[in-house]
T-cell receptor, first 115, second 113 residues
Framework: KAGVTQTPRYLIKTRGQQVTLSCSPI?????VSWYQQTPGQGLQFLFE???????NKGNFPGRFSGRQFSNSRSEMNVSTLELGDSALYLC??????????????FGEGSRLTVL | AQKVTQAQTEISVVEKEDVTLDCVYE???????LFWYKQPPSGELVFLIR??????QNEISGRYSWNFQKSTSSFNFTITASQVVDSAVYFC??????????FGPGTRLSVLP
């Protein structure tokens, strides 16, 4: 069973640009969540999607957005990039429908560097 | 609000030593779920264990064991006879029905040969 796949793995952007990250969950998983990991703030929840609907959203500015497609693949977008957006962005999928209590399966992350 | 504390920022041990990673949580829910994840240098978080609030039995899986104590709101993780491959950052996490996962700050474990 293929794991969670995130693309791209590494990317470098400059301030003011925007970026789109992609996540393909484990086949059959309908819940996809995104996390930002930085040395200073640790793992912070961005948002979670289930069946194309955003169910929960973390405390991030509106520059951070996401969506989920009918095949459960998800994308997140960050507009007007700031230096502080440099981080490892992790995507996780879960197969426990609707309860949000099952284990999360993580991808290897997309490491974003903003110059 | 839910909160997870991992007071140990970094731990270094010599191979074959036993090591315990501490996790203390806060929640007002009566039903909740606790997790441990391992993050090796590759970056991917690897699931280790899930425990619900009604199951206080300790669990052992090979060299890994977990001690869940509701009375002290703790869910500690012990590695017996540590190995170099155990070097990683370990995260404790908490969630409940319809809630987001809350992760602790992580403990970086270095196992020296």
């Amino acid at each position: 069973k293929a794991g969670v796949t995130q693309t791209p793995r590494y990317l470098i952007k400059t301030r003011g640009q925007q970026v789109t990250l992609s996540c393909s969950p484990i086949s059959g998983h309908r819940s996809v969540s995104w996390y930002q990991q930085t040395p200073g703030q640790g793992l912070q929840f961005l948002f979670e999607y289930f069946s194309e609907t955003q169910r929960n959203k973390g405390n991030f500015p509106g520059r951070f957005s996401g969506r989920q497609f009918s095949n459960s693949r998800s994308e997140m977008n960050v507009s007007t990039l700031e230096l502080g957006d440099s981080a490892l962005y992790l995507c996780a999928s879960s197969g426990l429908a609707g309860l949000n209590t099952g284990e999360l399966f993580f991808g290897e992350g997309s490491r974003l560097t903003v110059l | 609000a839910q909160k997870v504390t991992q007071a140990q920022t970094e731990i270094s041990v010599v191979e074959k030593e036993d090591v315990t990673l501490d996790c203390v949580y806060e929640t007002r829910d009566t039903t909740y779920y606790l997790f441990w994840y391992k993050q090796p240098p590759s970056g991917e978080l690897v699931f280790l264990i899930r425990r619900n609030s009604f199951d206080e039995q300790n669990e052992i899986s090979g060299r890994y064991s977990w001690n869940f104590q509701k009375s002290t709101s703790s869910f500690n993780f012990t590695i017996t006879a540590s190995q170099v491959v155990d070097s990683a950052v370990y995260f404790c996490a908490l969630t409940g029905y319809g809630q987001n996962f809350v992760f602790g700050p992580g403990t970086r474990l270095s196992v020296l040969p």
